[in-house]
């Protein structure tokens, strides 16, 4: 230990800590046991007086390190803020006297688990160093927003308002996207009884008149280079001028476009005039600007029309779109209004399979009905067209439940969207698809939006269907490319009041990325961590794992092809740590040793003690706070468990296992985040990548002698309150049954 670090624990006694645990005893093991210089205690830790103790000895003592044992690091996070310090914390509460019973038999074993945290937070405290931030900051505070629709008009108008500069870019002429082309929109406010105006124009005209806001026309980004904070920007515009912008943060709002509905010709589209989409459908509501609707066949007012739903959507045999859009049915509702607005004594039906009207209830249903609409549940075969009419063949769902036939001037399909995201890497990779004459065939490929200089590919990880990548339940405008935020349609199929509400919290998640480069501190989701990752070049090996492993994009390669960190673009996950074959990557508050100095400082009971002991790795975004939940309620656990909470299970290096299977540990559990299509790792690829490296671990067993069922990991979501302790106590009495570990007797 070097001359200038201190290192002081502090025990509380608070919440029932003092009358469950022997505080004195605790004191005494973090003095002898975990040899720091100086060791308190106090009745209530996080009081204004128990806080001020620790400031004082900081202060006066030239305390530099602290051990907090008390409650669990996820609580009382501002009364323990001492960026100055290294600090870690021991759950004594939710992971010690909230989930053991209140009984003199489960006295001794509350009380070692109690010791055991105090060893492990003063090795911890010891193998960490206070992250001073990142010192490759960035300071550019504009905003560039790429699409001029509603949801980017949305996003650079709310940027503006709140002070940040702007720049917007529009690949086309106007300004206004796809609502642009629109006659009328979905009534967002009470009583939702009519379709209304856009306000597109309003838009625009804000747009125009705000000096925060720079705008292109006709221009497309050709370059995108840099991080949060720092990209540097490259514009070309129809004329062939290049200009370069210094950007903050960018959110791409490039929409979607409808569904090819040439690919549905058993619905008669292109077999007829008179079968249009959706957009085309607005085409003819604008040309009539509020007059009768004519028929593109031959002029003439329409009389009767029929909606298709879902026309190449929810499909489930892998043709068409299999997701539903959401917003179809309502659009269709408001296009049929167009008619029933302008003649009453227009046949209008609306053939549906499920009607879905997110936002506005059954509201503007109810309104369809009172004006006439007809609603009718069944799916659409197929749409002939004939002499003067088309037929539309049916199978009725709910009258009669056989095929029918509805016979109408014109049909209108309600197709969907599909997402304006740019060049899917991994969709481009895959061979191409056999066509009819044998053939391979591959559809046009698409153009990049952001042209980013990233060795992972020129645009935003997408989807299986082309939507940008985002965690849809905790954050859902971020995408794996830090400092990037998309919204509206690219993102999930939604309409424009969606789109607007998505545009405006992409907009501050945004400036939060702006202002986090600025001070040198991590995004989402561990805003404001001032560490980043480190490494030893003389000790690298140039395998490139950490590189490919990186799900943000954040390590390239120099010119010696040793990896180069852009911190800037890290989430500080520990993915590329735990990738390292050779441990040369760490965090100074999170590392090899940090975790692996915890696992040591275990006391190891001999193999007559039947006493064993189980390590557990948790992800500290899911699995660790449903432990601490389910510490809340009460729901007790074995007390032969250690748990080490970690960022993500993408960060577990294997010495941890191997290191706690050779110290005599009889268990190791590792808990994480679902992985897969439905993910819900915060860190995107996290729980997947470590899974990966993790289903090697029985050879390593094997070669030890042991057991498979000595390592098990276990998906866990922050949810799983009462199947956590389950799953603990079930293996808990599995390592009984098999027996303590071989490896306590060395």
Same mark, same amino acid.
């Given at each position: 230990?070097?001359?200038?670090k201190?290192?002081a624990a502090y025990?509380c006694?608070?919440?029932g800590?003092?009358e469950?645990?022997?505080?004195?005893?605790l004191?005494?093991?973090a003095q002898k046991e975990g040899k720091?210089q100086?060791?308190?205690s106090?009745?209530?830790?996080?009081?204004a007086e128990?806080v001020d103790?620790i400031?004082n000895?900081?202060a006066?003592?030239?305390?530099?390190?602290i051990?907090? =044992?008390?409650?669990?690091?996820? /609580?009382k996070?501002?009364?323990f803020?001492? $960026?100055q310090?290294?600090? +870690? %914390?021991a759950? !004594?509460?939710?992971g010690?006297?909230?989930?053991?019973?209140?009984?003199?038999?489960a006295?001794e074993?509350?009380?070692?688990?109690?010791?055991?945290y105090?060893?492990? =937070?003063?090795?911890?405290?010891k /193998?960490?160093s206070?992250?001073?931030?990142? $010192?490759?900051?960035?300071? +550019? %505070?504009?905003? !560039?927003?790429?699409?001029?629709?509603?949801s980017?008009?949305?996003?650079?108008?709310e940027?503006?308002?709140?002070g940040?500069?702007?720049?917007?870019?529009?690949?086309? =002429?106007q300004l206004?996207?796809w /609502?642009?082309k629109?006659w009328k929109?979905? $009534?967002?406010?009470?009583?939702?009884?009519?379709?209304?105006?856009?306000?597109v124009?309003?838009?625009?005209?804000?747009?125009q008149?705000?000096?925060?806001?720079?705008?292109?026309?006709?221009?497309?980004?050709?370059?995108?280079?840099g991080?949060?904070?720092r990209?540097e920007v490259?514009?070309?515009?129809e004329?062939?001028?290049v200009a370069?912008?210094?950007i903050?943060a960018?959110?791409?709002a490039?929409?979607s476009?409808?569904y090819?509905?040439?690919?549905l010709?058993?619905?008669?589209?292109?077999?007829s005039p008179?079968?249009v989409d959706?957009a085309g459908?607005?085409?003819?509501?604008?040309?009539a600007?509020?007059?009768p609707i004519?028929?593109p066949?031959?002029?003439?007012?329409v009389?009767?029309?029929?909606?298709?739903q879902?026309a190449?959507?929810?499909?489930?045999?892998?043709?068409?779109?299999?997701?539903c859009s959401g917003?179809?049915c309502n659009?269709?509702i408001k296009q049929?209004?167009?008619?029933?607005?302008?003649n009453?004594?227009?046949d209008?039906?609306?053939?549906?399979?499920?009607?879905?009207?997110p936002?506005?209830g059954?509201?503007?249903?109810r309104?369809?009905q009172?004006?006439?609409?007809i609603?009718?549940?069944?799916k659409?075969?197929?749409v002939?067209?004939?002499a003067?009419?088309?037929?539309v063949n049916?199978h009725?769902?709910?009258?009669?439940?056989k095929d029918?036939?509805l016979?109408?001037?014109l049909?209108v399909l309600?197709t969907?969207?599909?997402?304006?995201s740019?060049v899917?890497?991994?969709?481009?990779?895959?061979?191409p698809?056999e066509?009819?004459?044998g053939?391979a065939t591959?559809e046009?490929k698409?153009i990049?939006i952001?042209?980013?200089?990233y060795?992972?590919?020129?645009?935003?990880?997408?989807?299986?269907?082309?939507?940008?990548?985002?965690?849809?339940?905790?954050?859902p405008y971020?995408?794996r490319r830090?400092?990037?935020?998309t919204?509206g349609?690219?993102?999930?199929p939604?309409d424009?009041?969606q789109?607007r509400e998505d545009?405006?919290?992409?907009?501050?998640k945004?400036?939060?990325?702006?202002?986090?480069?600025q001070?040198?501190?991590a995004?989402h989701?561990?805003?404001?961590?001032?560490?980043f990752?480190?490494?030893?070049l003389e000790g690298?090996?140039?395998?490139?794992?950490?590189?490919v492993?990186?799900?943000?994009?954040?390590i390239d390669e120099d010119?010696k092809?040793f990896?180069l960190?852009?911190?800037?673009r890290c989430?500080?996950?520990?993915t590329?740590?735990?990738a390292c074959?050779v441990?040369v990557i760490s965090?100074?508050?999170?590392?090899?040793?940090?975790?692996?100095s915890q696992?040591?400082?275990?006391?190891i009971?001999d193999e007559?003690?039947?006493?064993?002991r189980i390590?557990?790795l948790?992800?500290?975004?899911d699995a660790?706070?449903a432990l601490d939940?389910?510490g809340?309620q009460?729901?007790?656990?074995?007390?032969?468990?250690?748990?080490?909470p970690i960022?993500?299970?993408?960060?577990?290096n294997t010495?941890?296992?191997?290191?706690a299977?050779?110290a005599?540990?009889?268990?190791?559990?590792?808990m994480g985040c679902?992985?897969?299509e439905?993910?819900q790792c915060?860190?995107?690829?996290?729980?997947?990548?470590?899974?990966?490296r993790?289903?090697k671990i029985d050879d390593t067993?094997?070669?030890?002698?042991?057991e498979?069922?000595?390592?098990r990991?276990?998906?866990v979501?922050?949810?799983?309150?009462?199947h956590?302790?389950a799953?603990?106590?079930q293996?808990?009495e599995?390592?009984v049954?098999?027996?303590m570990?071989?490896f306590?007797s060395?």
């Open positions: 230990m070097s001359a200038e201190k290192v025990i006694k608070g919440c800590l003092g469950r645990l022997d505080a004195d005893a004191v005494n093991v720091v100086l060791a308190r106090h009745d209530l830790l996080c009081s128990g103790l400031k000895d900081v006066n003592e030239g305390v530099t390190h051990m907090i =044992g008390a409650c669990s690091r996820r /609580a996070t501002e009364a803020y001492f $960026p310090n290294a600090v +870690a %914390r759950n !004594l509460r939710e010690v006297i909230w989930i053991r019973p209140d009984t003199e038999e006295r074993t509350t009380q070692e688990m109690a010791e055991d105090i060893r492990m =937070g003063c090795a911890e405290v /193998a960490m206070a992250p001073a931030g990142n $010192p490759n900051t960035g300071s +550019a %505070r504009t905003l !560039l927003v790429v699409g001029g629709g509603v980017g008009m949305t996003a650079a108008l940027a503006s308002r709140t940040y500069p702007v720049v917007l870019v529009e690949k086309s =002429g206004g996207g /609502a642009a629109l929109r979905i $009534p967002v406010h009470e009583p939702f009884k009519a379709p209304a105006g856009t306000g124009a309003d838009l625009v005209a804000q747009i008149a705000d000096p925060n806001i720079k705008v292109y026309l006709n221009a497309t980004v050709t370059k995108t280079d991080a949060p904070g990209f490259q514009i070309a515009t004329s062939g001028s370069t912008e210094d903050g960018i959110i791409q490039t929409g476009e409808p090819d509905a040439n690919k010709p058993e619905l008669g589209y292109g077999k008179d079968v959706q459908l607005e085409a003819l509501a604008r040309a600007n509020g007059g004519l028929k066949s031959d002029g003439k007012p009389r009767s029309v029929a909606f298709v879902c190449g959507q929810r499909d489930a045999d892998g043709q068409h779109l299999p997701y917003y179809c659009a269709s049929a209004m167009y008619f029933k607005d302008g009453p004594d227009i209008t039906t609306i053939l549906f399979t499920d009607l879905r009207t936002g506005n059954e509201d503007f249903y309104s369809a009172e004006k006439g609409v609603f009718s549940k069944g659409v075969a197929s002939s067209p004939g003067g009419a088309l037929t049916f009725d769902l709910i009258l009669d439940d029918a036939k016979e109408v001037d049909v309600a969907g969207q599909v997402p304006n740019g899917d890497i991994e969709a481009l990779s895959k061979p698809v066509g009819e004459g053939e591959v046009a698409p990049s952001l042209n980013l200089q060795r992972q590919g020129p645009d935003v990880p997408q989807l299986k269907w082309g939507f940008t990548d985002s965690h849809f339940i905790c954050f971020e995408t830090t400092g990037i935020y919204v349609p690219v993102r999930r939604m424009m009041a789109a545009a405006t919290g992409a907009t501050l945004a400036i939060q990325a702006i202002e986090n480069a001070l040198g501190r995004a989701p561990r805003s404001g961590d001032l560490s990752p480190k490494v030893r690298c090996t140039q395998c490139k794992r950490c590189t492993e990186c799900p943000f994009g954040a010119e092809r990896p960190f852009n911190e800037s989430r500080r996950c520990g590329c740590m735990g074959p441990r965090f100074e508050n999170y590392s090899v040793d940090t975790v692996g696992i040591k400082a275990v006391d009971p007559f003690s039947e006493k064993p390590l557990i948790a992800c500290e975004n660790y706070p939940m389910a809340m009460h729901n007790e656990y074995s007390a032969f468990v250690r748990i080490v960022r993500c299970l993408g960060s577990v010495i941890w296992i191997t290191d299977l050779n005599g540990y009889d268990g190791v559990m590792l679902k992985h897969g439905n993910y915060h860190f995107v690829k996290g729980s997947e990548l470590g899974r990966y993790l289903s067993l094997k070669n030890l002698n042991l498979t069922d000595r390592v990991d276990l998906e979501a922050i949810t799983d309150i009462e956590v302790p799953m603990i106590n293996y808990a599995r390592i049954e098999m027996g570990s071989p306590k060395f």
